[in-house]
């Protein structure tokens, strides 16, 4: 009763901890809860009370009230971006006091109401529909703002106040469709803010004289410019204009334009005479054609140009107007990506590009040929263009004294095997050639002093022997190619990270790691390893560098052959040492064979192995024998199962240990002493016994040869019965006889004995078992009682 208490006591207690565990694990999954894209109307009511991040944005939600989320005490982050909500009274959030990240942009927001609020960080009501700016007095106390959304159709001034004595990192401004109807002092220079995005109306031409010169941004961002009907007269040229006098401006980035060629070039201009460092335009659809106009290059401050994402409807004027205005550029940095830009012109001066980026365009093998003015650039990109010669690139580059960096992927380069160009750049450091058509050939010429090189994604099926040294190179990514082994590091000295995955490598080779003591970190994952002997050297090694090394291991090695194996991890292959190596296979034969040896040797000199065996095969030989003989033979008259002769000198033996073994069977006996009938002769004697008898017993010793064998050698050579077969003959040696013991006149023991068909009498007691079991069956008792019973019924 105790026990069952104890045990009932027991269950419960795991049971509770099972519980334990079980809500912990639920409750963190439960802290963020993603509802977004659910078709919810109304915010979720089953929400976990420690929900800290709650995303229920495209959904349907019109209303957000006090009791739908009041209970969440510990909501930090609430987006309800994407929604249909129309109206909100910010005093719903007043019990959610770890609130400090709402989203509601991209609802229908017309009003709020406010309240009191203190740990906003990100507040979002960007894309919406509010007429003024949505900012109420009590924002003057979110000390914390960091980012604040806003979007309206009219900027008064009053209107920023409260929040003008706020510090806030990032402002953005989305002015809504009627925006610039209505002409009013606008209040951008009250945003005190780093950064200032202001978005324009979408589907307008530009029509806007807001002066965001006045702002106190230092990032200052400008999306939607729609300039197409008049050339030259767009207002936004006129906004731009301002930020000129504008004295602190780091970066201007200008996103989704559509306008033409001319003013594209005008607004450069304009950017370029302003006193920024960094100036970015990014999606720009363009019309119309150039006219050939000077660009006035003095005075900029401007150190980086980046133009990226260009359409161009028509092409129908010459282009090099346009890559002489951007290849005379004195500044450092330069991008023209993803325009279609089908060539380059080499600047006419020694040119301070320390860094070009041109990737994403249909630039071809003339680009910068012969080119002797880009000697101060350090990187270049020209990765996804249309180069096709890489001996091209390679003299492109000799001219680049300070070349460091080459990106030339993702293009269709390939490298002759007759080619005699190698003048690479020789202080190039990193050279990115992946996704090419590249051979075996390309390591012929490869930089001097480059220490990373990517060559993936290309058809190198081996990396020869004879490459020039590279003692530099640290990195070296041959992924996806046709390699069948790792590389030696006999010629990458430096060698530190290898990526040789994806290949066609089957047995790397084993002393991979003593060669490259510098690796620290490869990957050589799906590759057709072969799991054989060979492999074992290498899974060894793998298994010891794995963790910090061998960042794909153990999950990406794979047994590819022998079919049998296919699949299995490489960690998980095993094969015993024995099937692997011939020395040892020879050496545990020989080793198997000497103890087999050795065990036999000691088997016949301690336990007479050779009786046993002799023993055995003479049993096998009589029971077959037995099995052999002819019924009719023996139903024939007999009186007893065996006649023994001896020698008196052995009766003792006979007595005592022949006879009581042989008569504990209840075998008849005839001796010749006992059942002899006086008056007859000896022979007579003999021959009746015999001729009674089922076997006849000779214990043969020399006293035996001696006094009783003449008679028995003159009844052979008189009497035939024997047949020459001897099958009822059994002999026993008691003691051994010398052959020479033997008269010569013994023709038929001699025979006999030669035949080595006697049962040997053993001195060891312990052999005294089988050769009882081995006379028994000698004289086959069974069979003789089998014939009793025939006779009987
Ligand atoms: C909220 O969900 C939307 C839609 O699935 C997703 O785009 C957005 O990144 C999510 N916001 C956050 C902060 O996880
Ligand atoms: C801002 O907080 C101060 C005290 O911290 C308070 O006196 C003032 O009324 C608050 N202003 C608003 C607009 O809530
Ligand atoms: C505004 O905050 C930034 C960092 O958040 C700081 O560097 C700057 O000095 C602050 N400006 C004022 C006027 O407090
Ligand atoms: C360039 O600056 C110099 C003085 O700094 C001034 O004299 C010159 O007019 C400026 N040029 C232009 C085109 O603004
Ligand atoms: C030029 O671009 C490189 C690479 O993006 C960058 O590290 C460097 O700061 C840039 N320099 C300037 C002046 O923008
Ligand atoms: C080489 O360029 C490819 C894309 O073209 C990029 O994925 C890879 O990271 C670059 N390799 C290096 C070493 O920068």
Known sequence: MIQMKFRIFHFVIIFMLIREIKTQVSAESEFLVDRSKTGLTHVPKDLSLKTTTLNISQNYISEVQSSDILSLSELKI???????????DLSVFKFNQELEYLDLSHNKLRTISCHPTVNFKHLDLSFNAFDALPICKEFGNLSQLKFLGLSATQLQKSSVQPIAHLNISEVLLVLGDSYGEKEEPDGLQDFNTRSLHVVFPTKKEFHFILDVSVSTAVNLELSNIKCVLHDNECYF????????????????????????????????????????????????KLQGQLDLKKFDYSNTSLKALSIQQVVSD????????IYSIFSNMKIQNLTVSGTRMLHMLCPSQISPFLYLDFSNNLLTDT?????????????????????????????????????QQLDISQNSLRYGDDENTCSWAESLLSLNMSSNTLTDSVFRCLPPKVKVLDLHNNRITNIPKDVTRLEALQELNVAFNSLTDLPGCG????????????????????????NCQKIRSMKAGNNPFQCTCELREFIKNMNQVSSEVAWDWPDSYKCDYPESSKGILLKDFHVSPLSCSTTLLILTIVTTMLVLAATVTFLCCYFDLPW???????????????????????????????????????????????LPNLEKENLQICLHERNFVPGKSILEN?????????????VLSPNFIRSEWCHYELYFAHHNLFHGDFDNLILILLESIPQYSIPSSYHKLKTLMARRTYLKWPTEKS?????????????????????KEINHT
């Open 491 to 514: 010629t990458f000295s430096s060698l530190s990270a290898l990526i040789i995955d994806h290949n066609s490598v089957s047995h790397p080779l084993a002393d991979f790691f003593q």
């Open 686 to 698: 003999i021959i009746n016994c015999i001729e009674k008898s089922y076997k006849s017993i000779f």
């Open 78 to 88: 609430l987006i309800l971006s994407h929604n249909k909500i129309q109206y909100l």
């Open 612 to 658: 046993y065996l002799r023993m055995m095969c003479q049993w096998t030989q009589t029971r077959h024998r037995a099995r052999n003989i002819h019924l009719e033979e023996l139903q024939r008259k007999l009186q007893f199962h065996a006649f023994i002769s001896y020698s008196g000198h052995d009766s003792a033996w006979v007595k005592k240990e022949l």
């Open 314 to 321: 028509v092409f129908s004027f010459p282009q090099s107007n």
């Open 367 to 403: 680009i910068f040929k012969n080119c002797a003015t880009l000697i101060a650039l350090k990187t270049l990109s020209l990765k996804m263009n249309q180069l096709k010669e890489l001996a091209n690139i390679i003299l492109m580059t000799k001219e680049m004294k300070s070349l």
């Open 767 to 787: 052999k005294h078992g089988l050769f009882w079991a081995n006379l028994r069956a000698a004289i086959n008792i069974n069979l003789m009682n089998q014939v």
């Open 237 to 284: 040229l006129d906004v731009l204009s301002k930020l000129q006098k504008k004295p602190r401006l780091s970066k201007l980035t200008l996103n989704n334009i559509e306008t033409t060629w001319n003013t594209l070039i005008n607004i450069i201009h304009i950017g370029w005479h302003t006193n920024m460092e960094y100036f970015s335009i990014s999606n720009v």
